[in-house]
């Protein structure tokens, strides 16, 4: 369950919006003359809000929820204010054209005050090389072990038992949650935000067929390249990012990926893609900027998908997307015995068609 | 290989039957006048069991394997010990009602006989928060790390390497192997068993397009939920729990998840719902009671499905399952010419319709 | 990006081919008379190729980058040195008639000089049971645990938080990488390389419906059997492998498994199958010999697929395969709308056979 600030830490309304930055959006509080500014200790849906929790109104079809709703305060558009007839609302209303970003921002106020951060400094059960370098004000957790030559940008937080391979390196501010690791020769860029299991530059998985060898044995490509990852990313839990062939495999600024995604080498992917969880991208493909990948989505290898392509979730992309859309490949599921009729004309479809074209020229004698 | 048991660690087969709580069920030995109680001293399938082990016949039309059987002993039901011309056996028979259950129990039974348990005590490379609480008779292994308010449950056995955030907790009698993961705020309910490279309460994946960004750029939706996990609930390896956006995300008592499971945030799981491995769930899904998804099956966000729904494995489920049942969509598969063809003309399937229709028109121009 | 060797460090163009016995294959230098031996100091891809660098032609088709290629030394076959028109290029060639396999015996060589090894001894954070054995010239990097009877053969690395359970082995000059966990009972052959975050040993998904329990309830079948993995074997990072039910599970000999893959309990993998990322096998499946299996493949339990079968990615195979060949059954993925036009007859796919049988009834009405 969320946890509340207790009382008296918990910011009142206007100090709140300050603080998260709310008003360098177009956010305006409706005053409520005679009435204070609320405390606010915690953010709630419309439905579960109690009286210490603001809460936000984002698409104005649920406006119903409105009725009844015991938060302090609430979020939404002008538009949606002037629908609901409030008459005089036990909630404080929050005016701003974008409500969901708002949320947004006060839900990463909250976040910063509620948890606990790794504090800064390196912890006695850490193992850190000689030659690492450490900066200003970065705080590394129980039992993670930095190596020779890596860099640990100022203000950057890792939390226990990560693992930063030789050379690799980390930005400046960056959050990485514990048990993460960081092969040899990985870069991230500044705010990355890592979570638990995520690997970064294991092998590309790539075997050359060995004719020296009897039955069928494989020789292994040793994967010289690294891991390249830009500004502003985060990285899903259990996601696994494999290093380049011969040069690195590539992240871009903004990109958001989900848990249990897998990057195969010398992947390159565009500014501010996002994917849902367990897609899969495999070797040499590169994405555009701006493209949504759908869960459970699989792109094969040596491919380049355009930007601003935007993939349902389940889809098997297995060939190149050269214009900006949607894009969706998913097997319609019914009921089993209802499946396993349609199913079995699948396998019998060409012989369909023939069967068709034969009845249409018999149609059309001529 | 399954290591076997001492023979003066074994036991008597009556001895084991009655310490595994299989009289607790209709289970009886079919005297063998004049012979000794054979000692058992492991399982074996029918085909490999020796002389030493214990056996099960589960499934009648296996009866021929009972053939030359090596076992000492052999579970059955009545039926299937009338079916067979047993004449003098070389096995003892345990007769019951349920021999894959009574299995079930002998195997636990070894189980808990032939596998170390994590010693109590808190080892002494651990390190834990002197605010956190860990009850009597806890195991806590080598580099585990507790944080600050957690709460470890009496009896609980945690290996190497686990990680319990600030806040957490684990029930009783759980068992974590090596190297779980419970982020903040994560509730485990009493005999969890959950397994290596599992994290739960990693981030959702949340994020507002930001109008103020150039370029697409996101805004991180912070996640101030948690995970509340039920009893006697387990989960496989690297399988992924995401923490809720604002409520909890809430596996329900009793459910199974194998290995390689993503839970995206605010889903909800019925009790003693299981799912085989990698299945994915986008975020507020909701899954009845007693379900079972099939492995690698895909479930869209914001879905309900009914109790005692059976999803088959590979499905992709993309709208509200309302009535109990049995649900596929997989593509069939088949030797890749003959599938090259068929999918080709799935790309054309509208069209054939059309042409269809035109045909049966002119039969009947009325 | 790739690091290159400084000049001090770098082989001459035929101590590099000797030292990484490209010579023991067909490989010998066009000799250019009064240049001398370039000294090589990494790989680069044809384009990107420095003067420093070595390269490769293993495609004929891409000859044409061999134009304006800054390379030292180009790797190709004497039928692709013949097509093109050299005249006198500025690199040097290396004529053999397997380039891909003599880069990879390069990318091998790079890889070994360039990488750190893990030192040998036992780091002072390891934590070793007393009972194990630990081989000569042996690496145990920082908070490793090694449990009771494990045995680490001769020339094996680990890298930091590796756990190797009770009893398990790991064979000789096995490299596991950051935080590999083996639960007890797993057995590793020689030559192993094992990514960050596998899990081998995990308990095989197994409950068997408990009649006594109310509401669905599930008893737990214990695994009592382990895993067993032959030689010269790679497993991705945060792939799973489970221990078997009764018996072990099985990976052969030369097998190489991409990251995230997820073998269930009691399969068995035949020798030098190849198997690409997310690809997810069920309990009691034998794949035969040689087979290559495509990313995001998903093959259900009990099956038993013969050797040299090779599965294209994201197949779904439900039934066994008898003959050896390539296999498909992705279902092809389109612009959303044409998409949904085409698969709402999918789900009328039946019915549509119907009509078509009864129009070919009335043309042929005997």
């Given at each position: 369950?969320?946890?509340?600030?207790?009382?008296?830490?918990?910011?009142?309304?206007?100090?709140?919006?300050?603080?998260?930055?709310?008003?360098?959006?177009d956010?305006?509080?409706?005053?409520?003359?005679?009435r204070?500014?609320?405390?606010?200790?915690?953010?709630?849906?419309?439905?579960?809000?109690?009286?210490?929790?603001?809460?936000?109104?984002?698409?104005?079809?649920?406006?119903?929820?409105?009725?009844?709703?015991?938060?302090?305060?609430?979020?939404?558009?002008?538009?949606?204010?002037?629908?609901?007839?409030?008459?005089?609302?036990?909630?404080?209303?929050?005016?701003?054209?974008?409500?969901?970003?708002?949320?947004?921002?006060?839900?990463?106020?909250?976040?910063?005050?509620?948890?606990?951060?790794?504090?800064?400094?390196?912890?006695?059960?850490?193992?850190?090389?000689?030659?690492?370098?450490?900066?200003?004000?970065?705080?590394?957790?129980?039992?993670?072990?930095i190596?020779?030559?890596?860099?640990?940008?100022?203000g950057?937080?890792?939390?226990?038992?990560c693992?930063?391979?030789a050379?690799?390196?980390?930005?400046?501010?960056?959050?990485?949650?514990?048990?993460?690791?960081?092969?040899?020769?990985?870069?991230?860029?500044?705010?990355?935000?890592?979570?638990?299991?995520?690997?970064?530059?294991?092998?590309?998985?790539?075997?050359a067929?060995?004719?020296r060898?009897?039955?069928?044995?494989?020789?292994?490509?040793?994967?010289?390249?690294?891991?390249?990852?830009?500004?502003?990313?985060?990285?899903?839990?259990?996601?696994?990012?494999?290093?380049g062939?011969?040069?690195?495999?590539?992240?871009?600024?903004?990109?958001?990926l989900?848990?249990?995604?897998?990057?195969?080498?010398?992947?390159?992917?565009?500014?501010?893609?996002?994917?849902?969880?367990?897609?899969?991208i495999?070797?040499?493909?590169?994405?555009?900027?701006?493209?949504?990948?759908?869960?459970?989505?699989?792109?094969?290898?040596?491919?380049?998908?355009?930007?601003?392509?935007?993939?349902?979730?389940?889809?098997?992309?297995?060939?190149?997307?050269?214009?900006?859309?949607?894009?969706?490949?998913?097997?319609?599921?019914?009921?089993?015995?209802?499946?396993?009729?349609?199913?079995?004309?699948?396998?019998?479809?060409?012989?369909?068609?023939?069967?068709?074209?034969l009845?249409?020229?018999?149609?059309?004698?001529?």
């Open positions: 369950m969320p946890v509340l600030l207790a009382p008296d830490q918990a910011p009142a309304l206007h100090d709140l919006l300050a603080q998260a930055g709310a008003f360098d959006l956010c305006r509080i409706v005053a409520r003359p005679g204070p500014d609320p405390v606010i200790r915690g953010l709630g849906s419309l439905l579960k809000a109690g009286p210490g929790e603001i809460s936000f109104l984002s698409n104005p079809k649920l406006s119903h929820q409105l009725e009844g709703c015991a938060a302090a305060a609430v979020i939404m558009t002008s538009e949606s204010h002037e629908l609901i007839q409030c008459g005089d609302p036990s909630y404080c209303i929050v005016l701003c054209s974008q409500p969901y970003l708002v949320y947004a921002l006060l839900a990463q106020w909250f976040d910063r005050h509620r948890v606990a951060r790794i504090p800064a400094g390196v912890h006695a059960t850490a193992v850190v090389a000689a030659t690492a370098h450490i900066g200003d004000d970065v705080g590394i957790g129980p039992h993670c072990v190596e020779d030559g890596a860099r640990i940008g100022p950057s937080r890792l939390g226990a038992g693992f930063v391979g050379r690799s390196i980390v930005g400046a501010q960056c959050l990485l949650y514990p048990r993460v690791t960081l092969y040899h020769g990985v870069a991230l860029g500044d705010r990355a935000i890592i979570h638990s299991g995520a690997v970064l530059g294991a092998d590309g998985f790539g075997f067929p060995d004719p060898a009897r039955d069928g044995a494989w020789a292994k490509i040793a994967q010289l390249g690294g891991v390249s990852v830009g500004d502003d990313v985060e990285i899903g839990a259990n996601t696994t990012i494999d290093r062939a011969i040069e690195d495999t590539v992240i871009g600024d903004g990109v958001k989900d848990n249990q995604i897998m990057i195969a080498h010398n992947v390159k992917i565009g500014e501010h893609t996002a994917m849902a969880a367990c897609v899969g495999a070797g040499s493909t590169t994405i555009g900027r701006r493209c949504t990948i759908g869960g459970a989505s699989m792109i094969s290898g040596h491919l380049v998908l355009a930007d601003d392509v935007h993939i349902s979730g389940g889809t098997a992309v297995t060939s190149n997307v050269d214009k900006p859309g949607r894009y969706t490949g998913v097997y319609p599921f019914a009921e089993h015995t209802q499946w396993q009729r349609n199913a079995a004309v699948v396998s019998q479809l060409s012989q369909l068609r023939r069967r068709l074209r009845l249409e020229k018999k149609e059309r004698p001529d």
